[in-house]
C-alpha cells in the first residue's frame, strides 16, 4: 500500500513538473537560423552559446540551430574549427528571433621564430606546456550535472543481397534515427551516472534510444582515448604523458578572439602504423587549455570495421580560467563485409551545476579568487555552482525513465536544441506513419510471410525460424547440417531440435525446446522437452523445467560440438565424444537477490545407463586406426564403465560480482562492464535417497575477469580451484571434468585446454587450473608493414591445471586472430613437471 500510495506521489509530483516545465517554455521565444561559411555553405556542427553561461545548441548537418531564450538580453557566441568566432548582441521578447550568421575563415598570424638546424617548431613547447598543466584541468572540477542531448543517425548506403546464402532483411537508406535527453552526473574521477528522460526512436516508439552520454565522455587529457564497440584497441590522445614519442606537432598560425591568443595545431603520427589521431588542437596562449580540437582516425591507424572516423569537440569558459565541453560530434563512414553506409552521434551539454575543487579555488574568500598562480579570477557569478555527493552515484550508470519515450511532438519541438535536418524529419514522418500501420495484423502478416519464406540457405546451414509478429511467437528448426550428426555409439543420427518462444506485453516469455533424436546404429529413439519461463527481466528470475530419455557427455559441458566430432569421426578416425543415456526430471531456479548477487539453485533426478559403440565406419583410417572405447580413459581408473544407478544431485551456485554497473530500462536490466572480478561458488550434492545411490560433495570456487593494459591489449583471465568434500558414492559422471579439446579444430571459449585429452586427468579429489589469454588488438604486427594490412592480431594464452592425478600441467600457445575478421590459429605447446609433453595447431573462430 505504502508503495502504490508513494508512485502516486511521484507521479504527481511529475505532473507539476511536467506542467511547470511547459510554462516556463510557453513564456520562452526561440531563436533560430542557419550558420553558413564565407561562401554560403552550410557549416555543420557550428557551436553557438550564450556568452557566461553554458546554455548553446549546435547546428545540424544543414547548418541551422534554435536556441529557446526567456526573454531578456543576451550575447551569443558562434564558432566552428578552423573559422574566427563571432559574437552577436541580442534582445529576446515574446516574438521569435531570426538570427543568419556567416563566419568567416580564421585569421592566422605567423609567429616570428628562430629556426636553426637544432630549433623545433613551437608548437611542441605549447603541447609540453599544455601536458604539464593537464592534471589540474582533470582534477579543478570535483564533480558536475548537466542536460546532455544527444541525436544519432546511421546510414546504409550498398548492402549485400546474401551473407552466406542468407538474405539480408536491412534495407538501404536510414537505418537508426533517434534523439534522447539526458541529466548526467559525473565525480573525479570515475564516477558516472545517467538519467535519461526522453527518448525518441523513428519508427518505433516503443523502444528506447542506444544513445548513450556516459559512454561518450572523452577528454583530450586523458592518456589513452577508446571508443568502445568500435575497436578493441585504445588510441594515444595528442596530450598523453608520452604524446611526444608517437606525434610531430607544427604550429600553424595564431588567432586573436578578444583577450585570447589561440594557437593552431596540426598533429600528425610519426608512424603511420600506431594508434594516433591526426587533425588539429587550438591551445590558449597562457592558459594551454585546448579549447576545441578536431581528430580523424583512418585504417592507416588500424581502426576496425570502419573506414574513418572523426571526433569534434568544442570547448567553452564557464570562468576565465575554467571551461567545459559544450558539444561533441562523432562523423563515421562504414566499409565492410558489403555494407557501406555513414553516420554520426552529436551532443549538446548545457546546464551546468558545478562542484570545484578547493585545492585549486580559494571557494572561501568573498571574491572567489584562484590559487592557481595565473591569478585569473573565477567563478563566473552567472554559473550555478553544487555539492555533488560521490555516495549518490550508485552502480546504476544509466537510468532510462518510464514514459521517456512517450513524449509529443510539441515537447520535441521545444526541447530539441538541434534541428531536425530535411531528411530526417522526412524519415520521422514516413516511419511513424508506417508505425501505426505495421501494428495492425494485417501489415503484420505480411511481412512474416515474406520473412518465412524458405532459402537454401535456411535448409542446409543456417537454420529455418517462423514468425508470427501479431501472436508474438517464434518457432525455430535448425538447419541439416545441425541435424545430421555421426558418432560411434548412434552411427548417423538425426537430431531434430525444435524451439517455441512466446512473449507477452509485459515482457514474460515463455520458451519450449524439443529434441528428437534417432540413431540408425543403435536402433534408439529419444526425446526431451525443456520449459522456460522468464518471470522478471529486472531482477533475471527464470523457472526452467526440463526432463526425457537423451544421451549426454560425461562432462555435463558438453566439451566437444556435435559437427566437430562428426567431422574427427569421418575424416579422422577419432572418437572423442564419450556418452551415456540418462532418463531425468530437472528443476532450475534463478535470481538476482541484489544488485551483483545471482543465485542458481538446481535439482535434478535421473536413471543413468551405460552406452557402447555400435558403428565402425568413417571415411579414411580403417585398416590403420582403430576407434577407442565409449568407456573414457583415465589415467588412475582402470575401467569407466558403470552399472545402471539413479542420482538425485543438488546444485547450489552462486554469482557474485563486486560494485556491479548496470544500466535500468523500465522493464530489464542489463549488466555492464566493471573493474571487478566475478566470483563464481557452486555446491553439489549427490543425495542418496528416494532410490538414488549416488553420495558425494563438492565445492568449486571460480574467479573471472577482463583486465585492460591499454595499449599493449587486453587480458583474461579464469582461475578455478575446488575439492569433493565426500565421495562415498560415485560414478565416473560425477568427477570434476576439465573443458579441453583435443581436435585441430579448436574451441576457443574461456577456460579451455587445448593439447589436453578429454578426460585422462579428471580427479574425484581436489584441483586447481588457471587460464590467462592476451589479446595484443594490434601492438605487435602493426609494426610488420605486410602483415599490418591484414589487420590480423597475436594473442598469447597460458594454461595451468593441477590435480591428484597430475602435479603440474602447463600449456602455453601464440597465434594469430582477426585473419579474415573471423578466423584465428594458434601453437601450442605442453608441458608436464617441466618436461615437454606435445605440441600442436590449433584453429577456430577468433574475432
Wanted: hydrophobic share 35%.
Amino acid at each position: 500500500m505504502f508503495r502504490k500510495h508513494r508512485l502516486h506521489f511521484i507521479l504527481s509530483i511529475g505532473c507539476w513538473v511536467s506542467f511547470l516545465l511547459g510554462a516556463q517554455l510557453a513564456h520562452a521565444a526561440q531563436v533560430k537560423g542557419k550558420v553558413t561559411d564565407e561562401n554560403d555553405n552550410p557549416l555543420s556542427y557550428a557551436t553557438l552559446y550564450v556568452e557566461g553561461t553554458t546554455l548553446g545548441t549546435t547546428t545540424n548537418i544543414e547548418g541551422d540551430y534554435a536556441l529557446n531564450l526567456n526573454p531578456g538580453n543576451y550575447n551569443l557566441v558562434f564558432q566552428y574549427v578552423g573559422y574566427l568566432k563571432q559574437k552577436r548582441s541580442i534582445t529576446v521578447g515574446q516574438a521569435n528571433v531570426q538570427l543568419n550568421i556567416q563566419l568567416q575563415p580564421e585569421t592566422l598570424q605567423l609567429r616570428e621564430v628562430i629556426v636553426n638546424a637544432q630549433s623545433k617548431d613551437p608548437a611542441y613547447a605549447i603541447v609540453q606546456q599544455t601536458i604539464d598543466h593537464k592534471k589540474q584541468f582533470r582534477e579543478e572540477i570535483n564533480a558536475y550535472q548537466c542536460q546532455v542531448y544527444m541525436k544519432g543517425l546511421q546510414r546504409l548506403d550498398e548492402r549485400p543481397d546474401r551473407i552466406l546464402g542468407v538474405e539480408v532483411p536491412i534495407d538501404t537508406g536510414i537505418v537508426y534515427l533517434s534523439e534522447s535527453v539526458s541529466e548526467l552526473t559525473f565525480h573525479r574521477p570515475d564516477k558516472v551516472k545517467e538519467r535519461m528522460i526522453s527518448s525518441k526512436v523513428s519508427g518505433n516508439q516503443s523502444s528506447f534510444s542506444f544513445n548513450q552520454a556516459s559512454q561518450t565522455l572523452y577528454s583530450i587529457y586523458d592518456d589513452l582515448l577508446k571508443v568502445e564497440g568500435i575497436t578493441e584497441r585504445g588510441y594515444v590522445s595528442p596530450l598523453a604523458k608520452n604524446a611526444l614519442f608517437f606525434y610531430d606537432y607544427k604550429l600553424e598560425g595564431v588567432i586573436t578572439e578578444g583577450n585570447y591568443l589561440i594557437n593552431k595545431i596540426r598533429v600528425y603520427p610519426k608512424r603511420k602504423t600506431d594508434p594516433t589521431f591526426e587533425g588539429h588542437l587550438y591551445i590558449l596562449e597562457d592558459l594551454w587549455r585546448v579549447t576545441s580540437f578536431d581528430l580523424t582516425l583512418t585504417k592507416d591507424h588500424q581502426l576496425e570495421f570502419l573506414d574513418e572516423l572523426t571526433v569534434t569537440q568544442v570547448h567553452a569558459p564557464v570562468a576565465d580560467s575554467t571551461w567545459v565541453m559544450l558539444s561533441q560530434n562523432f562523423e563515421f563512414y562504414l566499409n565492410t563485409f558489403g555494407f557501406k553506409g555513414s553516420g554520426y552521434f552529436s551532443a549538446t551539454y548545457s546546464d551546468y551545476l558545478i562542484e570545484l575543487n578547493p585545492e585549486y579555488y580559494d571557494l572561501t574568500s568573498s571574491n572567489t579568487e584562484t590559487i592557481d598562480t595565473s591569478g585569473v579570477k573565477a567563478p563566473n557569478p552567472q554559473l550555478s555552482y553544487t555539492s555533488i555527493d560521490k555516495k549518490d552515484i550508485k552502480n546504476e550508470i544509466l537510468k532510462i525513465e518510464e514514459g521517456s519515450n512517450e513524449r509529443s511532438d510539441a515537447y520535441w519541438d521545444k526541447m530539441r536544441p538541434i534541428p531536425l535536418t530535411t531528411i530526417e524529419k522526412k524519415d520521422y514522418y514516413i516511419k511513424d506513419s508506417i508505425a501505426v500501420i505495421k501494428n495492425a495484423k494485417a501489415y503484420k502478416d505480411s511481412t512474416d510471410q515474406i520473412q518465412n519464406k524458405i532459402s537454401i540457405g535456411n535448409i542446409l546451414y543456417s537454420g529455418y525460424q517462423y514468425q508470427n509478429s501479431y501472436q508474438e511467437y517464434t518457432l525455430s528448426i535448425p538447419s541439416i547440417i545441425q541435424t545430421l550428426q555421426y558418432n560411434t555409439v548412434e552411427g548417423l543420427l538425426f537430431n531434430l531440435g525444435i524451439q517455441y518462444t512466446q512473449s507477452h506485453d509485459d515482457n514474460k516469455v515463455n520458451r519450449v525446446t524439443t529434441h528428437l533424436r534417432y540413431g540408425i546404429a543403435s536402433h534408439r529413439f529419444y526425446g526431451q522437452m525443456e520449459y522456460r519461463h522468464y518471470l522478471n527481466h529486472r531482477n533475471f528470475e527464470t523457472v526452467t523445467i526440463s526432463g526425457g530419455q537423451f544421451v549426454k557427455q560425461f562432462n555435463p559441458d558438453d566439451p566437444i560440438s556435435p559437427f566437430i566430432n562428426t567431422l574427427e569421426t569421418l575424416l579422422d578416425r577419432r572418437n572423442y565424444m564419450k556418452l551415456y543415456e540418462r532418463t531425468y526430471l530437472a528443476l532450475g531456479y534463478q535470481r538476482e537477490i541484489t544488485n551483483g548477487i545471482m543465485l542458481k539453485p538446481a535439482l535434478s533426478y535421473s536413471h543413468r545407463h551405460q552406452l557402447h559403440n555400435e558403428t565402425d565406419y568413417s571415411f579414411f583410417y580403417r585398416d590403420s586406426r582403430d576407434f577407442t572405447s565409449n568407456t573414457p580413459d583415465h589415467i588412475k581408473v582402470v575401467d569407466t564403465s558403470f552399472e545402471d544407478h539413479s542420482a538425485l544431485q543438488l546444485q547450489l551456485g552462486a554469482a557474485i560480482r563486486f560494485g556491479q554497473k548496470y544500466i535500468s530500462l523500465p522493464d530489464k536490466k542489463i549488466i555492464v562492464e566493471n573493474k571487478y572480478p566475478k566470483l563464481n561458488i557452486t555446491y553439489t550434492k549427490g543425495i542418496a535417497t528416494l532410490g538414488a545411490d549416488i553420495d558425494y560433495d563438492k565445492l568449486e570456487l571460480e574467479v573471472e575477469d577482463d583486465i585492460s593494459m591499454g595499449l599493449f591489449g587486453t587480458s583474461t583471465f579464469r582461475l578455478g580451484a575446488g575439492a569433493f568434500l565426500n565421495r562415498k558414492n560415485m560414478e565416473f559422471m560425477d568427477y570434476q571434468h576439465f573443458n579441453t579439446n583435443a581436435s585441430v579444430l579448436a574451441r576457443y571459449d574461456e577456460g579451455y585446454f587445448q593439447l589436453l585429452d578429454y578426460y585422462y586427468y579428471s580427479t574425484d579429489q581436489h584441483w586447481a587450473e588457471g587460464h590467462l589469454v592476451h589479446h595484443f588488438n594490434g601492438f605487435m604486427f602493426n609494426k610488420l608493414p605486410l602483415i599490418r594490412k591484414t589487420k590480423v592480431q597475436a594473442v598469447a594464452s597460458l594454461h595451468y591445471l593441477y590435480t591428484d592425478a597430475i602435479d603440474n600441467y602447463l600449456e602455453m600457445g601464440f597465434g594469430v586472430e582477426h585473419i579474415f575478421k573471423l578466423m584465428r590459429i594458434d601453437y601450442f605447446s605442453s608441458f608436464i613437471d617441466g618436461h615437454h609433453e606435445a605440441h600442436g595447431i590449433r584453429l577456430g573462430f577468433g574475432f
